[in-house]
């Protein structure tokens, strides 16, 4: 393989940059002190691995920053679409954080880990009537409207029920962002709120919320997922803020303004991201500055980070299997996951950093790689190129800032189980969900009569 060899790379390596990693005395690559190849000899499927003092950093991050820089009430919804289980759920309200829900599904995971309603928001661009009946009966701090027809069915909701609730209207900015255009939320081509009837909102707001029902409490926008230029937020809040002071002059107040999250983490060692304080000081100063020049009173606001959340606080502990030479010199290391448990790369061409863990020092030549996974699919490249040292089976790959969406994306293509998810701290480590096992494949499956007589 020494044709294949290729200079050293001398740049910081990116752990540097990511909280929480170093390298043991034996060479291993430590989060939070936990050795992660001996965590990989927990299972012989991929696992999640999470920060959890990262976690809780950045929360409080948020926090702190909003409390510096807004001087109004302020809150801070963790959009759980990015990763969501019980025990994170419990970190959030341990950390004083809400939750953003957008499904029956996750909504019930916040119920269950006994999120309070008031820690609760619901979004969707096509809430079920169930969905919307549950939110409802809940109680939650404020459901997220999308579309004139859902406004419509919430109203019909409250009224059956005879029980209020308090909304937002989700605005699409129609603006220019910098990502990937399947996480481009606020562009004209983006499904996601309100944006061709704008002028019709007085109107719907009217009809629909006469009844003492429905409550309209604000406005809400979204510009996407993964950004790193603040001016984005500065451009919307400006669109937005236009349309605040037109609603105001028409006599509706607007109570409460959530900007959404999408603050970008870093993937790759180039990757220059804003730090929290940073994003928060940004979008702050704007608003207060539109407001003082548009004599409008500053509103109630929210934030609704996910990526910037947990991203970087993650990563996904690889075993290498297979290795072969392909055309053109190219190195194949297959590793024992893929696409089933990141399928970002296939998404939306989603490039990350990665270390054979337990090399973590070698000092000798490098090879490129393409790190493949186990699905029966061309497409399921990890990492279409990496410098590593030369691998052999059995060393662990670990892949960094895979905290968001990793987990949420899994799926048992091939009927590969999804893995589990540990937290790390201070020299230990716990399980937050276990592997699934082999026999929750078949758990829903259904023989006829017919078809059983062989069982």
């Given amino acids: 393989m020494d044709c294949c060899a290729i200079k050293v790379n001398t740049e910081n390596p990116f752990y540097d940059k990511i909280k929480g990693f170093s390298v043991g005395e034996n060479n291993h690559l430590m989060l939070n002190g936990v050795d992660l190849v001996e965590l990989a000899e927990l299972s012989e499927r991929p696992l999640y691995v999470f920060n959890e003092l990262a976690l809780r950093d950045n929360l409080r991050a948020y926090r702190q920053a909003l409390d510096r820089f807004y001087p109004k009430p302020s809150a801070l919804f963790y959009a759980s679409k990015a990763f969501l289980n019980s025990a994170m759920c419990a970190l959030l309200h341990q950390e004083g954080a809400g939750i953003d829900v957008c499904s029956e599904g996750e909504l019930f995971i916040a119920q269950k880990a006994k999120m309070s309603p008031e820690k609760i928001i619901m979004h969707g661009n096509n809430k079920s009537e169930k969905e919307l009946r549950k939110a409802v009966e809940f109680n939650i701090h404020r459901i997220i409207v999308d579309n004139y027809s859902e406004l419509v069915l919430l109203n019909k909701i409250c009224s059956e029920l005879n029980r209020p609730c308090r909304i937002l209207l989700r605005i699409n900015p129609s603006i220019e962002v910098e990502t ?113 020049e548009k004599n409008l009173e500053l509103p109630s606001l929210m934030l609704e980070p996910g990526r910037s959340i947990v991203g970087e606080a993650g990563c996904t502990v690889y075993k290498i299997g297979s290795i072969k030479e392909g055309y053109d010199g190219v190195l194949y290391a297959a590793i024992n996951g893929g696409m089933t448990d990141n399928l970002r790369p296939c998404l939306y061409q989603a490039q990350y950093s990665a270390v054979i863990a337990n090399k973590m020092n070698d000092s000798g030549k490098k090879y490129m790689y393409k790190i493949v996974g186990k699905c029966c699919e061309t497409g399921d490249v990890l990492i279409d190129q990496i410098e590593l040292p030369l691998c052999a089976p059995g060393d662990v790959l670990v892949v960094f800032s895979t905290g968001a969406y990793n987990h949420s994306l899994a799926s048992q293509y091939n009927k590969h189980t999804i893995p589990g998810v540990i937290f790390t701290r201070d020299g230990r480590y716990d399980w937050v969900s276990r592997e699934q096992p082999l026999e929750d494949l078949t758990q829903y499956d259904i023989v006829p009569t017919y078809l059983g007589e062989h069982l």
Avoid: W
């Fill in 180 to 292: 990937h255009k399947s996480i481009a939320t606020g562009v004209k081509e983006s499904k996601f709120g309100f944006y061709r009837d704008l002028d019709k909102i007085p109107e719907y707001l009217k009809e629909n919320c006469s009844n003492n029902y429905v409550h309209f409490k604000g406005l809400h926008f979204h510009i996407g997922s993964n950004i790193n230029d603040l001016s984005s937020y500065e451009n919307a809040i400006d669109i937005i803020f236009d349309m605040i002071f037109s609603l105001n002059k028409q006599g509706i107040n607007v109570e409460d303004l959530n900007i959404g999250g999408g603050l970008g983490v870093r993937y790759q060692n180039e990757d220059i991201i804003p730090e929290i304080s940073t994003f928060v000081k940004v979008v702050c100063e704007k608003i207060m500055g539109t407001c003082q």
